[in-house]
């Protein structure tokens, strides 16, 4: 299946969902490695040999944890996409959805961050060709929202060159701004005794999300 052959992925049961839940957690706190299957069947109250029922083992559970939020992650941008009636809503949508995630599925961004060479070459693919979709889609919205990073249809015509730069800094801008949202599970332990409260720090997110789309796309 290419890319965009993505649909929203179908719905799971809920032991099996569970299982998932279990095993993220166990993964981004020991690695893919340190866990074994019998443990999370433990975390999951079911035996470890009960696990392979739901999956052939953790290699399964590992590839349909990391495929599963990146098909998530496109197809849900895709929507909030075709949804939104400007640019500027677009991109709105795009970083509330991503804040979304980053403030709910913390364990799966360690998991990524650690733990995507554990998968097997194809599902590495897979799951790379995904992201890439995903962050062309905010390229594209990025530079439909601010023209400064370049003249859109008019400077491919007339200069090529420069046109190539303005996606390049684009893209650019959107990994930078990818790099500040992931960032949320790694200062987890940084922010004090009183860390703001979700919905603050989902705000504070994306004003600075916004604010560096803005700031690069004026200069």
């Known amino acids: 299946m290419s890319v965009d052959q993505v649909r929203e992925p179908a719905p799971t049961s809920p032991r099996r969902a569970q299982i998932l839940r279990e095993a993220a957690q166990l993964f981004a706190a020991r690695g893919f490695h340190g866990v074994s299957v019998d443990e999370i069947g433990a975390a999951s109250g079911i035996t470890g040999p009960g696990l392979y029922r739901h999956f052939r083992g953790k290699d399964a559970m590992l590839a349909e944890l990391l495929v599963g939020i990146s098909e998530q992650l496109l197809a849900g941008g895709r929507q909030r996409v075709a949804e939104a009636e400007s640019a500027a809503a677009r991109l709105d ?127």
């Open 93 to 219: 949508a795009l970083v509330c959805g991503h804040i979304d995630f980053a403030l709910n599925e913390r364990a799966l961004i360690v998991l990524h961050d650690r733990d995507l060479a554990s998968l097997s070459d194809a599902d590495q693919r897979r799951v790379r060709r995904l992201q890439r979709a995903y962050v062309e889609i905010w390229v594209d919205v990025v530079r439909e929202a601010y023209p400064g990073f370049d003249d859109g249809a008019a400077a491919a015509a007339a200069a090529p060159e420069t046109s190539r730069e303005g996606e390049a800094r684009a893209r650019a801008a959107v990994h930078a701004v990818f790099g500040l949202l992931n960032s949320t599970p790694h200062s987890a332990a940084a922010r004090g005794p009183r860390p703001p409260s979700p919905e603050a720090m989902g705000e504070l997110l994306r004003t600075l999300a916004l604010g560096a789309f803005a700031a690069a796309g004026a200069a």
